[in-house]
């Protein structure tokens, strides 16, 4: 018997029980728990909810959530919970499980969209309703075109596709045709927590929603398709600046070179401060009008 305890946040636990029939009695490991990080200093934190797993070498694994916190007190989670495994042996009837450890960086991954496909790939996600409902690949061949209907990424339904935050230093960027409304890009952790840069009517606006606070930074952009970024910076070092896990940085570019509007604390986009167990999706989205979107290029590293 599998058994998640402590909790979802730090005190979270893995133990296990066992006996002769399925409803029982069970005998507790005298170990228990099995795996936790709580109380170490462990990169992975909050680790449980785990599964066995057999391993194609014959062995035993756990898979198993947990979260990356990051900052001067290790206190926020950009990513959320993510998947992680870890091996474990058999020892008088009872797994005796690793801690989960990270494995070493392997260098930047690359991704790159120019929505030639048919569909949009598994990657991308869409909020409570299908994106297939509002957008289309074949509209502009090589663009993917977002219809709005006046939400925002405030509403619980926003013209919005996006993938998720999967390394600490990720650079999400895409080109964007304004030219019929109004439109960007939004690093989203919920309706009252994300931070966009959109362009549209001649204006490059950078926003920032946390709660019920939200602040804009705005400046005029020629006209045509604009480039825009948004760019996770990990913060090192001491003092207030590195409270945070990282900076956001929001940018737009329309030929001339990278404007810089705005530069935003992480901590307020993590899942400990929205109260989120889920992390970052960072995509496309259309406020107004019809926007058209190509050449979405992610680039991450750990």
Known sequence: ??????????????????????????????????????????????????????????????????MRPGGLTRAFSPMGRETFSTALEWVDGWPVVQPVELTPATGPVVRHDDFTGAELGPEWLSIRTPAADWSSLTERPGHLVVHADGSAMDDPRPRFVGRRQQHRSAVFAVRVDSTGGVGGLSL????????????????????????????????????????????????????????????????????????????????YVSAETSASFTGRVVGMYAAEGTVAFDRFGYRGED
């Open 1 to 66: 018997l599998l058994i998640a305890e402590g909790g979802t946040e730090r005190g979270h636990a893995v133990s296990i029980a066992r006996g002769a029939r399925p409803d029982g009695p069970f005998e507790g490991c005298p170990a228990n728990p099995v795996l936790s990080a709580r109380s170490t200093a462990r990169p992975v934190q909050n680790t449980g909810h785990a599964d066995l797993v057999r391993t194609p070498d014959g062995g035993w694994a756990l898979f198993l959530l947990g």
């Open 188 to 267: 989203r952790i919920d309706e009252r927590h994300h931070y966009d840069i959109e362009v549209g009517a001649g204006i490059a606006r950078a926003r920032a929603r946390v709660g019920g606070l939200c602040q804009t930074w705005e400046q005029p952009i020629a006209p045509g398709p604009v480039t825009v970024q948004i760019k996770t910076e990990p913060v090192s070092g001491m003092g207030l600046d590195a409270l945070g896990p990282d900076l956001v940085r929001l940018s737009a570019d329309s030929g001339t070179g990278p404007v810089e509007l705005a530069v935003l604390d992480g901590r």
